[in-house]
């Protein structure tokens, strides 16, 4: 209940206020310049009043009254000296409804206007309309080329020029800085605003988005004005391109430099710890090309960048190696393997070649006309095998040795020469296939026809790869296997052969 005779006090006194405001007119009246307004003003209910004429009160500044236009019923209509004489005019000549236009307007008329009545016996009684200008703001942004530093600096600049009202700046930006705005007042009444972004710029803020955005109340909507920073720094220089795989001889080796920069870099210099280029090193604006990889490139390499604000280097020692995995020396490997693989094959083929025809050929011993009597001397495995000179001549047949107590040194002894013991009825010279190749043969064939020349061939053996076959005297017979048995005379067969294979 208490709430309920609250609320009918208010109204009871809002009706109050209401009766006591008889003079009615618009709070708020918008213009642009060059337009006409109507101030429109009008007594409501005047009863009993009597009205005797009417006022317009211009207040430009607060207390600052200025009559621009008077209505007598009497006397008729009057304006008074001012800046709106013949711009305004009654558009009623009525002292119920003495509303007035004003013409071509400008940012000065914006201000106070009261429409003031004088009544009998109540006094005077008005009500006011404030006129506001608008203007649109002449709106412009810009970023300020800046050079990268640790001080703060104005970085973007935007503008509301001659606006009114005063217009509002903001910006939107992922830089780290802050903004600051002034507004001044112009002569014409408008409002110029000025706003200004201070960041300490890095090299790395160049081209960050940045907007401006102004607000203002003759805008629909805000006007935005997108920006890029522009700071500016010297070269910071990498050198690219080293592969680490100079290797000697290689052709298409190059480097490049890279400068980041702002402004661009006009001007890129190659140099070498020692001084000047090589000259194998040719230089294309930033890059190096290497026409040849040789020793000369075997160095430090500086590129240096310069634009406007300074320069940069950069550093890059370059080793130059012999080989590498490089597909061209993977041949070479390839090919020495390959080669290796043919060699050994060669070698095979060859004492293949002198076993099948040492095996064709029967050792014969001198006044022994039976091939399975050797004598009852000596007795030696493949004795018949490498035979040059054919059977019949054991005198100069090659012995092949088998050291049967040591199968391990069965190669090794292999090489030997035997000389046959001296109750032998010729001595016997005895190669290791193996090492043998056609030159070597020949040399053994030779060998064969003369014992005494035996020192001398030994020499030029040793000129064969450095494998030379060895001679070898032995000074125990039954050291190297040289049987004087009968009974070993089987072994001569199948079984002689295979071992004599194993050899190989
Ligand atoms: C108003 O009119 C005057 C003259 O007619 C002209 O010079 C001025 O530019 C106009 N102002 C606007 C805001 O249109
Ligand atoms: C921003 O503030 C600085 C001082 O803090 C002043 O020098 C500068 O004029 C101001 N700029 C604007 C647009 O208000
Ligand atoms: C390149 O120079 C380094 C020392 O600076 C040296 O050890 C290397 O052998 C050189 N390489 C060639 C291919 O000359």
Known sequence: MGSSWLILGVILLSSQVVRSQRVRVLPEVEAYPNESVNLRCEFTNPGSTKLTQVSWIFEATEGHRENIAVFHPTYGESFPKSAFKGRVQFTQASLEYPSIRIDSVRMSDAGRYTCEYATYPSGNEQGTTTLIMLAKPKNSATPVVVQAGSAKVVVARCEALQGKPAATVTWVTGAMGEYNSTSQAESDGTVTVKSEYRMAPASTDNGRDITCMISQRTQDRPQTFPMK?????????????????????????????????NPKVVDFTWTTLSGNLPATAKVDQNRLLVQKVDESVNTTFICEAKNSLGSGKSQLTAA??????????????????????????????????????????????????????????ARIFGVKRASKNGTGDNNNGPIYTYRESEPGALVEKGNEFLHAPAGMPAPHHIPMTCELDEAGQRKFDTLNDSMEEEEEEEEQYDGFGGLPPSYHIPRHEDDYGVYIDDDMESQRDGSIISRTAIYV
């Open 229 to 261: 920073l522009v700071v500016q720094y010297p070269p910071t220089v990498r050198i690219e391109g080293y592969d680490n795989n100079w290797y000697m001889g290689r052709t298409d080796a190059s480097l490049t430099c890279h400068a980041d920069a």
């Open 320 to 377: 130059v190696i012999e080989l590498t995995g490089d597909p061209s020396s993977a041949g070479v490997l390839v090919g020495a393997i390959l080669g290796s693989l043919l060699a050994l094959l060669l070698a095979s083929a060859l004492i293949t070649v002198l076993v099948i025809r040492s095996r064709r050929q029967q050792p014969r011993y001198t006044g022994d006309s039976d091939q399975g009597t050797y004598g009852n001397k």
